[in-house]
Nanobody
Framework: QVQLVESGGGLVQPGGSLRLSCAAS????????MGWYRQAPGNERELVAS???????NYADSVKGRFIISRDNAKRTVYLQMNSLKPEDTAVYYC????????????WGKGTLVTVSS
């Protein structure tokens, strides 16, 4: 069973940066997709960024040019570098894991809160 543990959230001023990390354990599928969703109060959970094990990345339009997703397959860790943060980026950020053999996400992290405020 895949387990995901996020870290790196916190309070940052507008224009600042944060880096989120998500460490995975129990991965049996080498071919997979990992990434980040976020959910702000009163909003639905939305996909922020994702990356396949082969390296292809995708981003939500709202974060393109500001956020960078990366992963270290040897460490089974995915990262989200968030730059030029805006108050509207405030949300709980959730890491996820999906084997490419499945069409649905098979594991979620518990989430880490990112607050962008002066």
């Amino acid at each position: 069973q895949v387990q995901l543990v996020e870290s790196g959230g916190g309070l940052v001023q507008p224009g600042g940066s944060l880096r989120l990390s998500c460490a995975a354990s129990g991965i049996a599928s080498v071919a997979n997709n990992m990434g980040w969703y976020r959910q702000a109060p009163g909003n639905e959970r939305e996909l922020v960024a994702s990356m396949y094990s082969g390296g292809t990345a995708n981003y939500a339009d709202s974060v393109k040019g500001r956020f960078i997703i990366s992963r270290d397959n040897a460490k089974r860790t995915v990262y989200l570098q968030m730059n030029s943060l805006k108050p509207e980026d405030t949300a709980v950020y959730y890491c996820y894991f999906r084997p490419l053999s499945q069409s649905v996400i098979s594991a979620w992290g518990k989430g880490t809160l990112v607050t962008v405020s002066s």
